[in-house]
């Protein structure tokens, strides 16, 4: 039987930390909006209902929104790296992807995002996918 695979997407998740090295930056929260993609491996018990075997969309959320409100991040692409981890720690997981853009960043755009990937064969190391303005 070939393995089902299942994606989660968490889409524009609003949060405020302390992101930036510059002065004004190290002193008060700004707004992040997180997007994430998780592939992974269903279990056969879903099909039947088992709460037990689903990947927990919202125990992820939780964890990331531990993370970055209680965090202090130099640089983006620490933030990004630290929520990917936190996307990519069950070993169902076969791919997941995270998109975080800091809204007002810079004068003339609508924001500043970064994107990191994980894939179950090259876990050791994200690859950078995209860096926009």
């Known amino acids: 039987m070939t393995p ?4 989660i997407r968490i889409h524009n998740l609003r949060l405020r930390t302390l992101i930036g090295f510059n002065p004004e930056e190290r ?3 700004q707004d992040i909006v997180i997007n994430a993609e998780i592939a992974y491996t269903l279990a056969d018990g879903v099909f039947e209902d088992r ?4 990947l927990n969309y919202k125990t992820i959320t ?4 531990e993370l970055v ?7 983006l692409e620490k ?10 720690t069950d070993p169902s997981v076969q791919r997941a992807s995270v998109t975080i853009e800091k809204p007002h960043a810079l004068r003339f755009a609508d924001s500043v995002s970064l994107t990191l990937e994980h894939t179950a064969q090259h876990a050791a190391m994200p690859r950078l996918l995209e860096k926009a303005s």
């Not at 089902?4 to 994606?7: D, E, N, P, V």
């Not at 939780?62 to 929104?65: D, E, L, P, S």
């Not at 929520?83 to 990519?88: D, G, T």
């Open 4 to 7: 089902k695979l299942a994606t």
């Open 27 to 29: 002193v008060k929260k």
């Open 51 to 54: 709460v037990e075997e689903a």
């Open 62 to 65: 939780k964890a990331i929104i």
């Open 69 to 75: 409100e209680g965090g202090q991040f130099l640089l």
């Open 79 to 88: 933030l990004v790296g630290d929520v990917l981890a936190i996307c990519s």
